[in-house]
């Protein structure tokens, strides 16, 4: 079930057409012209944290110098970890394809070994690309603190939303937030979407690309929409699959994600007693039976060897599942059992979206995700906002409703910036977004935000469940996408995909 299940959440990570102009010779770079030199990947982890049992001997790691501050190019230089899998066709090559797989905090480098399976049309034509962006694992990651104290911030509760519970949070973040700065200040206020995005500009560049062709996921569709905005004239094919809209404030991206995870749940919930689940005979008491367990469990954790299953691990785990509807059996097995007193399999889910391996340690996912979040936006809420925030969540899901990402970054210790929110494309060639209607974590209503900032963008709409179109079995996005990538043909404005 583990095997599984590691493979499924890694699928939540991923008509008409007209022929895509030949894209102009690129007129702008970031300077670099360092080269990569790739060897033998040695230390891949799988979603559990474990390495591949047999790896692959073809696929090739490597390294790149970046400036860490790209106001002093020749100052010091980080190492950005990137990995390769090579064209396997004998036809003509399309140079190199690279990808980002959301977070922000995902291991390009892990995701990618772990997805090639699904991308044999792409790596028929290109070297597929991925990286660990700066702050992220191999590439100068952010740590903020040991394994014991990973364990205790990823265990908060969220509810009672009474002041106990806000002081717990607040003295959570503050402690936090201050050993991240002990442990990674250095590179704090280096990393962020702007000087990732600079990174890829390098990246091209070391592979001997004119232009960037990209596939960006989640946060990759920001990352993706910045470089298109740093670098127009730099744009090869770019598809931008469940994306972000980098306008959005910290209480209107909490709103929005609690509205699109309380969905996909009510959604879980109808194919869970459809199919006559342990949960409930029916919706209403399915919903009542977790909400009570989760409750149950403010006072009572499970114990799950020589750990326990917290409130706020479970909902943790309940929101991993919710990202693919390939993970919702096994959420509704893992319920189920935690109904009878067995928190293995939510204590799994949580782990999974957490980074936290079976030996206690952890990946830099959910220290990388606030460093990068933080500095990528100048808004530092108020106690009152924050609260307020969390009220208005909490009406529409007292499961997933919380404060969001505005009480950590309230107490971040560096600046951030609003260079990153703001889009515009113009003078690149032509982007394709794709936006999918059950998307719980990235909802549509952004999707056709994000295409009219970018200028240059046309939208897909994928009618299905889940966090990601293209890697979501749709037959139809998949093949509108690699259609775009490999011969160049756009989709036509309004395509539409139905649900797998």
């Not at 995870?261 to 199919?275: D, G, I, T």
């Not at 785990?317 to 993970?327: D, I």
């Amino acid at each position: 079930m583990r095997r599984v299940l590691a493979a499924a959440l890694l699928m939540t990570a991923a008509a008409g057409c007209s022929t895509v102009p030949a894209a102009e010779p690129a007129t702008q770079s970031t300077g670099g012209t360092d080269t990569i030199n790739w060897g033998p990947c040695t230390d891949i982890k799988r979603p559990d944290g474990e390495p591949p049992a047999r790896q692959d001997a073809s696929v090739r790691c490597g390294k790149l110098a970046v400036p860490l501050d790209y106001a002093k190019p020749d100052g010091e230089k980080i190492d950005l970890a990137l990995i390769k899998l090579q064209a396997t066709g004998k036809g003509k090559k399309l140079g190199s394809m690279v990808f980002n797989f959301g977070g922000p905090g995902a291991s390009g480098v892990d995701t990618l070994d772990q997805a090639g399976k699904a991308l044999t049309a792409l790596r028929d034509r290109y070297d597929l690309i991925s990286f660990d962006p700066r702050g992220v694992e191999r590439s100068a990651g952010v740590r903020c603190g040991d394994n014991a104290e990973m364990d205790r911030f990823t265990a908060l509760d969220t509810l009672p939303a009474d002041n106990k519970t806000h002081q717990e949070t607040e003295q959570a973040n503050k402690q936090f937030a201050k050993l991240c700065e002990q442990n990674s200040g250095k590179i704090l206020p280096y990393i962020g979407t702007v000087n990732a995005a600079r990174d890829m500009d390098r990246i091209r560049a070391a592979v001997g690309d004119p232009k960037l062709n990209y596939v960006g996921m989640s946060y990759g569709t920001q990352l993706g929409a910045v470089y298109a905005t740093e670098f127009p004239k730099n744009v090869g094919r770019m598809v931008l699959d469940a994306p972000l809209d980098p306008t959005v404030s910290f209480e209107q991206r909490t709103l929005v994600q609690t509205r699109g995870f309380q969905r996909a749940y009510e959604s879980f919930l109808r194919a869970c007693v459809k199919n006559k689940c342990d949960l409930g005979a029916d919706q209403t008491t399915a919903d009542a039976n977790v909400e009570k367990l989760m409750t149950q469990l403010t006072t009572q954790p499970l114990k799950v060897g020589q750990r326990e299953l917290t409130q706020g691990l479970a909902s943790t785990g309940v929101a991993a599942a919710l990202y693919s509807e390939m993970t919702w059996p096994f959420l509704e097995q893992a319920l189920s059992e935690a109904l009878k007193g067995r928190g293995d399999g939510l204590m799994y889910l949580a782990d999974s979206y957490t980074g936290r391996s079976e030996d206690g340690s952890y990946s830099t996912q959910m220290t990388s995700f606030p460093a990068i979040t933080c500095v990528d936006t100048s808004e530092r809420p108020s106690v009152a906002e924050i609260r307020r925030t969390e009220a208005a969540a909490m009406k529409i899901s007292p499961l997933f409703g919380s404060e969001g990402s505005g009480g950590l970054c309230r107490v971040w210790p560096v600046k951030g910036s609003d260079q990153a929110r703001h889009v515009n494309a113009t003078g690149s060639a032509p982007i394709m977004v794709v936006g999918g209607k059950g998307d719980p974590a990235t909802p549509y209503e952004w999707a056709p935000k994000l295409t009219a900032q970018l200028k240059t963008a046309t939208l897909v709409t994928y009618e299905g469940e889940g966090h990601g179109a293209y890697l979501s079995g749709s037959r139809c996005v998949q093949g509108l996408v690699d259609g775009f990538l490999i011969d160049g043909k756009l989709p036509a404005k309004g395509t539409t995909c139905p649900a797998a």
